[in-house]
Structures are given as C-alpha cells and as structure tokens.
C-alpha cells in the first residue's frame, strides 16, 4: 500500500512493503499522489519503500491475463516515467531495496538516487530476459548515465550492488541500513526553495526530448 506523508514540507511517497510492481492500479495511485505533491506546493518529493524492494517494476502477471491492453499498459508506465523525469520539484529515490527493470528506470527518472550500501541491486535485466528496452525507456536511461554507464546496465543485466552502482554514478550516494530516506531527504533540503515554474523549464529543456519519446507510447 503506497503512503504519502511530509517531512520539512518534503514529500515522502512510500511505495509499499510489497514488490510494488507497476500494476495500473498502482499508477493511477501514485499518479493521484503526485497531484496531491503539486496541489500542496511540496518543497520536494522522496520515494521510497518499506520492504525488500524498492519496485520490480512491469506487473507481468498482469500483462500475461491482458496482452492484448499491452501498447495501452506500456503507455501508462512510460507516461508516469515522463512525469517524474520532469516533474517541476527537485526529486530523490530512496533505494533501499532491489530496483529491477522499470523500477529502476523510475529511480533513474528522479534527480538524485541513494542506494543502500549493504543491501539490494539496482538492474535493468532485460537483455537477460530478452525484452529490448522501448524508444522510450532507453532515451530515459541515456539521457541520466554516461555513455560507459548506459553500455554497463543495459546491455548486461548486470545487477549492480550500492558501491558498484555509485561507482558509475548510476547512484549518487550511499547510506546504511535505515539511513536512506534520510540521506535522500539531506540532498533536497538544501534545494527546497527552488521555484517549480522555472525548475520545471529547466527540466523540460534538458530532458524534454527523452520526456516526449517516452509519451509517444502514450498518445499512439
């Protein structure tokens, strides 16, 4: 169950105790939720979890019973993934359990990522899994990591741990157990004064183009 409470006037959205994959009632919950951040005037948005992942991202279960809603589905997920790349307030995840696929490319769509140091990987499997990224996806992870980086995760399924992750700047810090929201809510404070019409065009011009191609799957 996905949970939204304030800290500092910091939004800090938990996603579940669950594997908290992309269900769409899971998106329209989290969506509903983000309204609520920007209706409030939050300083800033935290996600995180309270289990043993952050999320497993794509519901497949759910897509096996409708394959044939798969092209609307997709659209769904990549539009929540459009929204967060540029969403007008500064941003952090909190992973402080496995990210996998989609749910680590919604950590890649935040501003700042903290890992936990000891526990959890960060992975994009899907060559593993033979499932190529979308136009979208990929344009998402190409537009956060170095080209070293992007080579490293994405053609791999390589599972990164916190140091490995923060190694390729996949991450931008690490914490122990129990101290990742709060690292995550420390690199936002300084930022909570930001005014969201002008970060949200300064976002749209560094990211507008990997935002469209990710809703293009939306509106097609």
Not at 167 to 195: C, F, N, Q, W
């Amino acid at each position: 169950m996905t949970t939204l409470e304030y800290v500092d006037n910091i939004a800090v959205l938990n996603l579940g105790d669950g594997e908290n994959r992309f269900s769409p009632e899971f998106l329209d919950t989290v969506n509903a939720h983000l309204d609520t951040v920007l209706a409030d005037g939050a300083a800033g948005l935290v996600t995180t979890a309270a289990g043993k992942f952050y999320t497993n991202g794509l519901d497949l279960d759910w897509l096996t019973a409708n394959g044939d809603r798969t092209q609307w589905y997709v659209g769904q997920v990549q539009d929540l993934l459009a929204r967060v790349l540029t969403l007008p307030i500064p941003t952090a995840a909190a992973i402080v359990g496995h990210a996998f696929g989609a749910g680590a490319m919604l950590a890649m769509a935040h501003d700042f990522r903290v890992m936990r140091a000891d526990r959890g990987f960060f992975c994009f499997p899907e060559a593993d899994i033979r499932i190529p990224f979308t136009d979208g996806m990929a344009a998402l992870i190409q537009a956060k990591l170095t080209p070293q980086a992007a080579v490293a995760s994405m053609t791999t399924g390589r599972r990164f741990g916190g140091a490995d992750a923060q190694g390729y700047a996949i991450v931008d810090a690490t914490a122990g157990e129990g101290a990742v929201d709060g690292a995550a809510l420390d690199i936002l404070r300084p930022l909570a004064g930001k005014d969201p019409g002008t970060l949200g065009a300064i976002k749209q011009t560094m990211f507008g183009a990997a935002a469209l191609t990710l809703r293009a799957a939306a509106a097609s």
